[in-house]
């Protein structure tokens, strides 16, 4: 059973980009539960963060998201589960870098 990450509005991406690359070398892919926009933009920051994080080693992360029912302090809360996977690294595919420069 995978453990996954709960990230929150106030969550520091890089912190979270962390575990998620963990995760990833460790067990191939990494789940993510966010609530709430505020959350839902740390986690894809975090992600995005996390590719450059992995990228040396030779493949790139993608994302699948979905909706999931969980239990919060005893409430049925929906919250936005990401998987996020590991794949090969591709060729000529954006980047950290070019994808911090686009649109500037």
Do not use: W
């Not at 936005?80 to 595919?93: C, D, N, R, S, Y």
């Amino acid at each position: 059973m995978c453990v996954a990450i709960k990230v929150s509005a106030q969550s520091r991406t890089g912190a979270v980009a962390g575990a998620i690359a963990g995760m990833i070398r460790e067990r191939g892919r990494a789940e993510i539960y966010a609530i709430g926009a505020g959350a839902v933009n740390q986690a894809i920051k975090a992600v995005t963060i996390a590719r450059g994080y992995v990228a040396d080693d030779g493949f790139d992360l993608a994302i699948v998201p979905a909706f999931k029912q969980v239990e919060v302090e005893g409430e049925d809360r929906t919250v936005i589960h990401l998987t996020v996977f590991k794949q090969p690294l591709v060729h000529g595919a954006p980047n950290t870098a070019t994808l911090s420069t686009q649109g500037a």
